[in-house]
């Protein structure tokens, strides 16, 4: 073999070998080096936990419903059961949460069914505060913009739950349940938490 190629040849070998050694895995460190904190951390149930810097994602469970009922859409004889969590206080918004799940007979299964066509019309849930006689609404911004998840876009499918939140100014006055009117013609929830 001629002296350049062979130098050739024990020069990429070398080049091969220090690039290999540079790409090891972190688990190759010692012990007491750890890796960068690159790698993002999991819950136990296999979801991510929040990162350092304290953000999140709230833990909303369709099966953690305080109370629910089960209504006839308008004009229809479709049916939607609408469940309702706690309502949170988070500075001067309060949040309310509900989950909605279609069952529309003659609908495909898979075709996704809007929580505007579940309820039958544009609505606007009130919270109730019959104690000091004050009613509260989504906030608006302007006309158009409500602080609340838009219902059109907001969709499900037969037999799964979909969540649509809408922001209501803080409770004025020092009190710990609200009832909550989702629409006109249905009985409201009575007596819903606040949780601060």
Known sequence: MRPARRAALLGATALTMALLAACSSSSDAPADEAPAATATATSGNGAKAAPASGAGVDDLDPADVIAEQTYTVPGSE??????????????????????????????????????????????????????????????????????????????????????WWGGYAAPQDD???????????????TDVPITR
Request: no cysteine.
């Open 78 to 163: 479709d049916k939607v059961t609408v469940g309702v969590h706690s309502l949170v206080v988070k500075g001067d918004v309060m949040v309310l949460n509900l989950f909605f799940t279609p069952e529309f007979a003659d609908h495909p299964k898979d075709e996704p069914i809007s929580v505007f066509d579940m309820v039958g019309s544009a609505w606007d849930p009130s919270l109730v505060d019959r104690e000091n006689l004050k009613e509260y609404t989504i906030l608006s911004e302007n006309v158009t913009t409500d602080w609340a998840a838009d219902q059109v876009h907001t969709e499900a499918t037969n037999g799964q739950p979909v969540l």
């Open 175 to 189: 009190i710990d349940t609200v009832d909550v009117r989702v629409l006109d013609e249905l009985p409201e929830f």
